[in-house]
Structures are given as structure tokens and as C-alpha cells.
DNA sequence: GCGGGTTGTCGAAGCGCTTCAACAGTACGC
DNA sequence: GCGTACTGTTGAAGCGCTTCGACAACCCGC
């Protein structure tokens, strides 16, 4: 029996140490340390040797004495937002993207609850459990960011809080969707257009993206000189049949609402304005949502991946004292599909 | 400027040290260390005092420190499969079920994800960075398995292997929700059931939960004097046609098939069989599938959130040296809709 | 063949915490 | 008033690692 019992019942297993690695190698403990970190120039051979010592043995650096020693976890926190109606397979894009980025660059990634909140991120922070975090679908007036601003471990946040002051941000340019579509539309020649949006409360709670969409849609319509018209919308089938009621004249339609699409496709079934033949429809939305409507949409997806992947990186860069810029917009991509054509007459 | 800067870039920042809290409440650094974990008595007046200094200087044990005086992170690692046809919301709530067991006793939760493989876990589990794994959706031949085996970090894995010798699993007690179904068939007058299960794939693999499901069914229906026969299925609608053709007289059906409910019922009305009038279906899936289908199924559901909750127990309980069963089943809850009622000749 | 740079390695200090053995102080039984 | 038994608190050791300064050993130009 070689394993000594401890307390608590935890195995301390026989720990490998990088003095058991030093002795096996016939070298110091530093310079095992150098050749895992590679800070100092290390002799060919010894190196080898070290390594084949490391190998045989089995040794894995203890993460709590290498965060005490040189204060560094290597794990981020991802704050998980996890409110009810989320779209969880975009969530888990973010996610994914989020766990591959860290992991390659050896970082592991430690999962936190929305309804932690700010104490959540006090308490993660305040440990040093991690190096810095990550905060999915922030609010407008996320209650986490003030806790956040006054802790001084570095963060990235996705989405865009009312100001990004002393924050790092990442999101889609939304406003350059919103033109993307406009602009897809006017090149079929459509000349009215109407943008069927977030609900009201959420312009009212001056949201960042539904607004920035907003003026990204007005602002390139003028420019193209059409006429546009953005409407809030519910995500009911009546709210979508009233705002659809309300521009009867509309041949393009930009609808940036998840959870309205499907309402303002049967809508438009409803009366009787065929798509593409009448109207063309643009919406900004998960590519699956654009792909499993019928007929599928010509959209902007929501880059999750790509959103998770830099994130990651501004964090990174942040972690090496690198200064980043408060926020990064992420160019929108539309992917023409069968729910726009040109205006016919 | 109090702020040091250090080499890293990452912020030391003016962390209050264990030391620093008991200069300021006059005690000893080994006195804060017991009003914190409570292993020794400390007089009232004197926690008070130190509760008062942690209060008003902010704070958090370093947590890498903690980890390496105690051999223990109170971190643990939790292996989500993101498998490509996995049911995601499932698989959120017993992600979530485990965070908020975890969090419920003190434990933080690390993302493993299942492309990582052996060598994750091997990786985790030896830097001492986590105190236990969680594993989920564990296949009969996972290639993890010997290696958690082989290491000597707790382990709970959430469905079952082909043996369990020297581990810990919890599941859906798969052959009592199949006895479950029948005995519901059975109250209802129903004599001959059939089972339409797994794709065969599943079975030829040997998988656990498919295998426990059809044993369950046969030797209920045996018990109950019914006639049953089981029909593997692939989740297309030509398969679930098929297998359907293939039972022609069998007035209660069991789907034990997530991906072929749909279809199913499609081929049902297809065939002019009407549920529950012709035919009473009962399916083992999760609820919401079983809710938003016509008509709402009777269904025994994955208790995901229990299964969740139950793993992390098994997980402390096995960290605080407990002998645990090695497999752990849950009882199946059977919940009447509308796809069942009395056989009408 | 002697200063002045590199290069490769080492020993020791120390990160912030837990835990152990030790010890004052108080309480109590006799 | 003495031993015994707690109670509450302490100082020191040590967890496994990184990092700093020191220092041999070597290479070079002259």
C-alpha cells in the first residue's frame, strides 16, 4: 500500500511533483520549470532528457501551485446566460466556440450561471480561479458590468451594453446587416421597404442591437433612396398580421426577430402575399431558423462561432497587457436563399 | 498608482491576503483560515471580529493556494458530448441540474468537452485542477472509461457502460420505464404491444439503455400475459412505416426513439390508424417532444434535472470517501396525454 | 591567455493557504 | 489548591510550482 490516507478523502494520489521529475532527469526543479515554460534557453539534450523524464513518469503540473506560484489560472469563465426563450443552439455556437478557442491556447474554461450575477463574477474573480471572463447575451443594462468595471480582471463581453466605456466588446455590426439587406433588396429593385423588428419594450429599454439594426436600415435606405419604414413587432402571429396591415405597400421585408419569422411567414401566407412573387423577405436570424422556413430565407445569420473565437482572443489579448479596441463589429455576411427576387409588377 | 505592475500583464492587482485579514482583526492567519472552514472552535467574539475584517477589506481566498494547502479545488470537471444529433435541450438541463448541484455545495464546474477525449479527462484529472468528473452521456464502449479507470480521480458517469465494475453511474431506469408502459397498456385493455425501439445499430453496438428498455418490455408484457414484439427503428419516416406494416395488430405501441416520434405518427395517420382511438402510442422521451406532438403523448420523460442533481451528489459523496452503489437508477414516472385510452374492439 | 559577453543550470525565496502540534487560559472535580 | 480536561488561539511547516539572481563554463577578439 504506498497511498497514505489523507483528511479529507480526496485522493492526493502519488502526485508526480516536479521535484520527482528534476531527480529522475538529474537536473534542478527549474529547470524542469524551463522547459515546460520555455522562458529560459534550455540545452538540447537536457531538454530531452527532461522530457523523457516528464513522459515516463507521467507528470502533469499541479494547476493550484502554478496559479499560486505564478499567478496565472489558464482557465476563463464563460458566463452561460441561459434565459428562457434563448436560442440554445446558437448559445451552444458561443459556447463551443468559446471552449475550442480557449483550449487552444491552453486555457480551460469554467462555467458560470446567469443567475449568479454579479455576485457570481465577484466571487470568481476575487479567487483568482480564473483569469479573466467571458459574459454571453449581455444586457443593456447588464447588472454584472458595474461589478465588472470595478474588478480589475480583464473581461470580453458579447453583445453590447449601453456604453462601452473601459469594456471590451464583441457583436455582430448590426446596423451593417440591416444595410446588407437594404442594400440586397434595392438590387433587385424594390423600392419600399419595411423593417419588422424587436418588440417595443425592447427599443423602449434602448437596446443596442435592435436600434443599431434600426438606424443601420433607415441610414442605407436613405442613401439608396428608397423608402423604409421600420415597425416593432411582437412575436405573435397578430402582432406580425397588424405590422404586416401596416405596410401594405412594402415589396422588401427585413425582419430581424428570431421568434417572429415563422408568424410573419403564415402571416404573409394569410394575405395572400406570396414570397418571393409579391414581397421578399430578408431575415437577420440563425441560419437554421432561415433554412427550416418554408420557403427558406435569405438572411444574415448571427456568426456564433466566429463571434466565440474572438472573443476568446480579445481576452487573450487583454491577458497579455495588449490593448484592445472597446468594441469589435463583426461584417455581416448575407446568404441569398429563396425568399427574395426581383420586384415584379 | 498602487497598482504593481507585473510581468505578465495579468493583474496581481491589491489582493487582500489571508494574512492582511488577520493583522486587521488582531489574529492569527491560522484563526481566520478555521472561522472560515469551521474545523476548530472559535469564539464567538472573535469570529464576529474576523467575519467584520473579511467583510470590510473584500476578501476571497486565493483559490490556487487553497488548492494546493488542501488538496482540494472544490472544482469539478464536467464532460458535455455535443455529439451532433443530440437533443440540446435535454442536454441543458443536465448541464444545468449539474452546475447548480455543483454551486449548491461550494463547487465550481469546468467544461470538458467530449472531443477531448481520454486525453482530456487524462490531462484534467492530473493537474489536480478539478477534484472529480462528471461524464455525460457516457456510450457502452466509451473510450474514456479505461482511462478514468486508471486514474484515481471520482468519477460519476451519467448513462452506463457495458460494465460498471469500479465506477459510478445514474440513469433512467430503462427497463422499469418499459414495464412502466406496458402495465399503462395493459390497464387500458390493450393484449398486444409492440416496441419499436433504437435503430439496429444501436442494439448491435450493445448500448445500454436500448437493450434495458426491450428486456423491460418483454417481461412486463410477459408478467402481464400480453404478447409483445420488438421492432428496432430508424428515425425515417419510411423505416417507422415499415416497422408499423410489420405489427399490424398491435394496438399499443411503445416508442422508445426521440428522433423517430415524428415519423411515426406521421406514418400512423398515413396508415388510417388514429391514436389513441386505433392505436395507443406511449412514448419514452423527453417531455417537451412529447407535448408538442399530435396528439400530446403519453410519455415517460429523462428526468435530466434529477439525474443532474443525483450525480453531483454521488460525486461529493464519493470526494468525502463514501462508498456509493455503482449504479444508480432512477424510477420512471409515466405521465397520461392524450395517445392512450381504452381498447375499442 | 585575458577581459567581456553568452549560454545553460542551479539554489533559494516565496506565492497564499491549511493543518498540526503546542500551549496558555479557564473550569471543574476532589 | 492540585491535577485533569477542555477551549481557543498561535506559530511554523509545507503544499508544488515559478522566478530571480548567481554563477560556472564556454566562446570570442585581441
Known amino acids: 500500500m504506498t497511498t497514505t490516507s489523507n483528511p ?21 526543479a527549474s529547470t524542469v520549470s524551463y522547459v515546460l515554460s520555455g522562458k529560459r534557453t534550455i540545452s538540447a539534450t537536457t531538454r530531452a532528457r527532461v522530457m523523457a523524464s516528464i513522459r515516463t513518469l507521467g507528470f502533469h503540473p499541479h494547476a493550484g501551485a502554478r496559479s499560486l506560484a505564478s499567478n496565472k489560472a489558464n482557465v ?13 443552439p446558437i448559445l451552444m455556437q458561443f459556447a463551443m466556440a468559446v471552449l475550442t478557442g480557449a483550449r487552444s491556447v491552453e486555457h480551460d474554461v469554467l462555467l458560470l450561471t446567469a443567475d449568479e450575477g454579479a455576485a457570481g463574477v465577484r466571487r470568481i474573480a476575487g479567487s483568482a480561479l480564473v483569469d479573466g471572463l467571458i459574459l454571453m447575451d449581455v444586457e443593456t443594462h447588464d447588472p454584472r458590468v458595474p461589478t465588472l468595471l470595478e ?61 443599431r439594426t434600426r438606424d443601420g ?52 401566407r394569410e394575405l395572400d402575399r406570396r414570397v418571393p412573387d409579391d414581397v421578399s423577405v430578408v431575415a437577420i436570424c440563425p441560419d437554421e431558423i432561415a433554412e427550416r422556413a418554408t ?17 476568446v482572443e480579445l481576452l487573450m489579448a487583454k491577458l497579455d497587457g495588449v490593448t484592445v479596441p472597446n468594441v469589435t463589429l463583426l461584417a455581416p455576411n448575407l446568404t441569398v436563399r429563396s425568399s427574395t427576387g426581383p420586384i415584379t409588377h
Open 76 to 88: 476563463i469563465a464563460l458566463a452561460l446566460p441561459l434565459r428562457p426563450g434563448m436560442h440554445l
Open 295 to 311: 420557403p427558406a430565407l435569405t438572411s444574415v445569420p448571427i456568426p456564433a462561432s466566429e463571434v466565440g473565437r474572438r472573443a
Open 217 to 268: 436600415v433607415m441610414e442605407a435606405a436613405r442613401t439608396a433612396g428608397l423608402t423604409a419604414v421600420a415597425r416593432p413587432c411582437e412575436p405573435t402571429y397578430a402582432a406580425a398580421l397588424e405590422a404586416l396591415r401596416s405596410v401594405p405597400h412594402a415589396t422588401g421585408l427585413i425582419v430581424h426577430n428570431e421568434a417572429a419569422v415563422d408568424h410573419v411567414l403564415t402571416a404573409l
Open 151 to 211: 474588478l480589475d480582471r480583464p473581461s470580453v463581453l458579447i453583445g453590447l451594453p449601453a456604453s462601452a466605456d473601459g469594456l471590451t466588446c464583441v457583436d455582430l455590426d448590426f446596423a451593417a446587416a440591416g444595410a446588407a439587406c437594404v442594400q440586397h433588396l434595392a438590387a433587385l429593385g424594390h423600392q419600399e421597404i419595411a423593417l419588422l423588428g424587436a418588440p417595443q419594450v425592447v427599443y423602449d429599454r434602448d437596446t443596442g442591437f435592435a436600434r
Open 8 to 28: 479529507s478523502g480526496r485522493a492526493r494520489g502519488n502526485v508526480v511533483t516536479i521535484t520527482d521529475v528534476a531527480k529522475h532527469a538529474g537536473v534542478a
